[in-house]
């Protein structure tokens, strides 16, 4: 790719984006690439020509690129084109060991959303294959690149507010609905095997290993603790799960994500002199500043009285939550492009990708086991 083709009508430089395929996600991420100042779409593909065509009329009403995008009608016509530097991939789960391969072998950087993909195997391919082409591979975890979570890495590591850490909590939930449940593709094995786990319990896997510095646990034990399967799906998925993580040191984490309670998404941290609370560590709520709250509260005994005294700290972020210039995906994308255009490619991310997926590879297997034991000891009871 030519510094020519990459520049944009002010003479910036610009990475020129593909998005493979129309998912919801996708439109949102539109509009992140436009507010990033160093990308622009230049195309988008999906299964048909008119679905394609659709989206970029839908997005260009709302935040237009000066140049219309181009739309394919398949996903090989997209990674043909020599016009693209990177693509988005919001495909299903099951899709994306294909797309990711393939992209990478076109010579296409890649953004990648979660899960990555149906196994820890899955990924190494991938990862594998944008090795062995030298491009970038991204998964699309908007938090990770949130000024937030720098200041909470801050607070983590100043040895005072929390102290040691000994335990991480989080639960990550919506209220789905029938329609959801019946109708929607995270409701379908074929496509989305993973459920509740894959949707919302790959960002609580995340916030664990990120807090802890990437440590793995030594033990994981997953439970789930609701399925269900939609219409024209092969086999339930997981609508509710929990887990429990060990790692050394007496350090636990555990996590609670499901499709069937409502809206919540509270990451909890707690060490030996305090604990922080984030209460929207996913999708911060609306406003120009996101924050979190530290906890130093004092426990007092005086004769018949027990009173626990609060000291409580927010801390704020100027970062707009959604949909700006300051806003998590605007920077994600931003900072996946600055990479690539100076030719600096990082190997943490790919290896952040891979160590969620081995932990979610883990609390299900550990699921599943426990399911295929219930079921033996029932049938033993009966007998």
Not at 85 to 106: G, K
Not at 109 to 125: D, I, M, N, T
Not at 309 to 322: F, G, M, T, Y
Request: proline share 4%; net charge neutral; with cysteine.
């Amino acid at each position: 790719m030519t510094m020519e083709h990459k520049r944009d009508i002010d003479g910036g430089a610009r990475l020129r984006w593909g998005i493979l395929g129309t998912a919801q996600i996708a439109h949102k991420n539109w509009k992140a690439i436009l507010n990033s100042g160093n990308g622009i779409v230049r195309a988008v593909a999906s299964r048909g020509l008119e679905r394609a065509r659709g989206f970029i009329q839908e997005c260009q009403r709302e935040a237009a690129f000066e140049t219309p995008p181009e739309a394919f009608g398949s996903y090989e016509a997209l990674l043909a084109s020599p016009e693209i530097d990177a693509v988005y991939v919001p495909l299903p789960t099951a899709l994306r060991r294909e797309w990711v391969v393939r992209a990478a072998e076109a010579g296409k950087h890649v953004v990648c959303e979660k899960p990555c993909a149906g196994s820890a195997a899955e990924l190494r391919e991938m990862l594998e294959a944008c090795r062995r082409n030298r491009v970038q591979f991204l998964d699309g975890v908007m938090f990770m690149h949130s000024r937030r979570l720098e200041r909470v890495r801050e607070v983590i590591d100043d040895g005072a507010s929390i102290g040691a850490i000994r335990r991480i909590g989080i639960q990550f939930s919506f209220f789905a609905g029938d329609d959801f449940l019946r109708d929607n593709i995270r409701m379908n094995s074929a496509l989305e095997p993973q459920g509740c786990l894959g949707d919302l319990g790959w960002y609580c896997i995340r916030f664990i290993l990120w807090t802890l510095k990437w440590r793995m646990p030594r033990e994981v034990t997953g439970r789930i603790l609701a399925q269900a399967g939609g219409a024209g799906s092969p086999s339930p998925v997981p609508t509710v799960f929990s887990a429990e993580l060990l790692f050394d040191e007496g350090v636990s984490a555990g996590f609670y994500c499901s499709f069937l309670a409502e809206n919540q998404q509270c990451a909890n941290v707690s060490g030996t002199r305090g604990y922080l609370q984030v209460p929207d560590f996913v999708l911060p709520f609306q406003g120009a500043e996101i924050g979190f709250e530290v906890y130093n509260s004092a426990f007092e005994i005086r004769g018949c009285d027990f009173e626990m005294r609060p000291n409580r700290r927010l801390i704020s972020v100027a970062e707009h939550s959604q949909s700006h210039p300051t806003s998590q995906e605007t920077n994600l994308f931003r900072n996946f492009a600055g990479g690539v255009l100076a030719g600096k490619l990082r190997t943490d991310w790919p290896e952040w990708a891979l160590k969620t997926q081995q932990v979610m590879d883990a609390c299900l297997e550990s699921a599943r086991r426990a399911q295929v034991s219930a079921r033996g000891s029932s049938s033993r009871s009966r007998g």
